[in-house]
């Protein structure tokens, strides 16, 4: 019997798998929370993948049979979706002990289930920095402050975005994002809706992972709410979450 099944569209689950395909990855692990349920009594599930510098969270409703369960598949499940999924008809998962049963319309396919894999929960503690922001704006910033001219003789962190709260008063409140190679910079300001601290913290947050450009252009949400950690920047938009680990060093003035 299985521990736990669910029922998805093709549509929902290819968006979310694309969405967590960003990222370099072991597999993917699936998670269904029977409780979290929306209006029409739909379950959360819940597919991320890691790196172990960035993870994607892609969460959509599904028709589940009540119980909660998670499993870890391989890259492969992918392929196997976005194969289905030409079938344009639900796609049902079977999650037994050992394996997955993916079928969809008369196709059927089984694929084993894998060992636990890598994941960063997402932080928030009383020096957590939570920020709200219009999407729009947020993608305006990545864009111009995360665009520096590339010379062969450029030094530094040539993959690294980083983000600096500009908090002087509440009637001020920004957020900067820019990056530099020692030899050139760039940088973008943009207002943002609220904060949760208005005090004049001089703190950068230095993303380590060079995949933010195109992690923000997936956001559909207008509104994304950030949370600056010392450790790792998260990003909550709608359903899903985009996790950044953070440098430990200092970003270069």
């Known amino acids: 019997m299985s521990k736990f099944n669910f029922v998805v569209g093709c549509d929902t689950l290819v968006t979310a798998l694309k969405k967590a395909s960003r990222v370099a990855f072991d597999g993917y692990r699936l998670v269904v929370n029977g409780s979290k349920k929306n209006k029409d009594g739909k379950s959360v ?15 959509v409703y599904v028709t589940a049979d009540g119980n909660n369960g998670n499993v870890v598949v391989g890259p492969e499940f992918a392929n196997v979706i976005f194969t289905m ?8 998962l079977d999650v037994e002990d050992n394996c997955v049963k993916v079928s969809c319309d008369g196709a059927r396919t089984v694929i084993p289930v894998k060992e636990d894999i890598k ?9 957590t920095i939570c920020m709200r922001i219009s999407t729009e704006k947020l993608k305006l910033a990545v864009a111009k402050g995360g665009f520096r001219p590339f010379t062969d003789d450029c030094r530094g962190l040539k ?8 908090l002087k008063d509440a009637g001020n409140l920004k957020l900067r994002c820019f990056t530099t190679d020692n ?14 601290s208005t005090a004049d913290r001089e703190v950068i947050y230095s993303l ?10 997936l956001m559909d949400e207008e509104i994304t709410d950030v949370f600056l950690n ?19 060093n200092k970003y270069p003035d």
């Open 183 to 196: 030899n050139t910079i760039a940088c973008c300001d943009v207002e943002v809706d609220s904060v949760t």
């Open 159 to 166: 993959n690294v975005i980083a983000f600096k709260p500009v």
């Open 208 to 217: 380590s992972c060079d995949k933010l450009i195109s992690f923000v252009q």
């Open 230 to 248: 010392p450790a790792q920047v998260v990003f909550h938009n709608g359903n899903d979450f985009f996790i950044f680990r953070a440098l430990d």
């Open 119 to 127: 994941s960063l929960a997402p932080e928030k503690n009383d020096n």
């Open 45 to 59: 599930l819940s597919i991320f993948a890691c790196d172990g510098n960035a993870q994607v969270t892609a969460a």
């Open 85 to 92: 999924a030409e079938l344009k008809k639900d796609i049902t």
